[in-house]
C-alpha cells in the first residue's frame, strides 16, 4: 500500500509564506512525477505545480514567480514554498503523485492540508 502525507498548513497572514512537504511512504519502486494541486471552496480542483522525476517543473498562472515546488528522491519527498501568499490562495492543497509499486503505476492523492491566507 502506498500512501502520501502532506504536512504545513496553517493560517498566514497576505504576503507571508508558508512551505508544505508530501511523503510518499509504503512499497514503492519509483515515483514518477509528482505535484501539488489546490481545491477552493466552491471552485474546481487545479494543479499549482509539477516536478517530473529528473527535476523539470511545471507552473500555471496563479502560482508563477511566487511559488517553488521542490523534491528529494531519496526522502520521497516533494515540497512547495508559497511566498507573498494572496487571500485568493486560500484552499485545501493536495500533492498526488504517479508511483510504481508493487501495484503497478498508479495516480495518488494525499489527504490535503488547508491553508488559509487572512489578516
Known amino acids: 500500500q502506498v500512501q502520501l502525507v502532506e504536512s504545513g498548513g496553517g493560517l498566514v497572514q497576505p504576503g507571508g509564506s508558508l512551505s508544505l512537504s508530501c511523503v510518499a511512504r509504503?512499497?514503492?519502486?519509483?515515483?514518477?512525477?509528482m505535484g501539488w494541486y489546490r481545491q477552493a471552496p466552491g471552485k474546481q480542483r487545479e494543479m499549482v505545480a509539477r516536478?517530473?522525476?529528473?527535476?523539470?517543473?511545471n507552473y500555471p498562472d496563479p502560482a508563477k514567480d511566487r511559488f517553488t515546488i521542490s523534491r528529494d528522491n531519496a526522502k520521497n519527498t516533494v515540497y512547495l514554498q508559497m511566498n507573498n501568499l494572496k487571500p485568493e490562495d486560500t484552499a485545501v492543497y493536495y500533492c498526488?503523485?504517479?508511483?510504481?509499486?508493487?501495484?503497478?503505476?498508479?495516480?495518488?492523492w494525499g489527504q490535503g492540508t488547508q491553508v488559509i491566507v487572512s489578516s
Open positions: 498526488a503523485a504517479l508511483i510504481t509499486s508493487d501495484y503497478g503505476d498508479q495516480h495518488y
Open positions: 516536478i517530473s522525476s529528473d527535476g523539470s517543473t
Open positions: 509504503g512499497s514503492i519502486i519509483a515515483i514518477n512525477d
